[in-house]
């Protein structure tokens, strides 16, 4: 993921919290050691989540973090963001990690 380097300071240490683990020399992300397919929009929510784990993150704290645009249309596309994330980081289907807190926003448990 060459587009997110300018992001992270590549060598800083790994950011882990239970299965999930973010190599931040290799821009990659994991669970259980299995490398996450995740699109660049997603690996900043996973990242934003995981160094927030278990706090609401409101929906204004996800957009401002992933795009300078914060608009109407571009809550929805948080959504789209939100469903692919949510997908890479199921073990099985109804194991959900991230939970919706209705009228807050989004936690990664």
């Known amino acids: 993921m060459p587009s997110l380097t300018r992001y992270f300071e590549l060598d800083q240490p790994d950011l882990v919290s239970g299965d999930?683990?973010?190599?931040?020399?290799?821009v990659r992300?994991?669970?259980?050691?299995?490398a996450l397919q995740l699109r660049p929009k997603e690996f900043l929510l996973f990242?934003?989540?995981?160094?927030?784990?278990g706090q609401v993150l409101t929906r204004e704290q996800l957009i401002s973090y992933i795009s300078d645009r914060v608009d109407q249309m571009y809550e929805r596309t948080l959504d789209v963001h939100i469903?692919?994330?949510?997908?890479?980081?199921?073990?099985?289907?109804?194991?959900?990690?991230?939970?919706?807190v209705r009228?807050?926003?989004?936690?990664?448990?």
Request: proline share 2%.
């Open 20 to 26: 999930y683990r973010i190599s931040y020399a290799a």
């Open 29 to 34: 992300a994991y669970r259980r050691g299995e």
């Open 47 to 53: 990242e934003l989540f995981l160094r927030n784990r």
């Open 83 to 100: 469903m692919r994330l949510r997908k890479n980081l199921r073990l099985r289907r109804w194991n959900d990690p991230i939970t919706t």
């Open 103 to 109: 009228e807050c926003g989004y936690r990664l448990d």
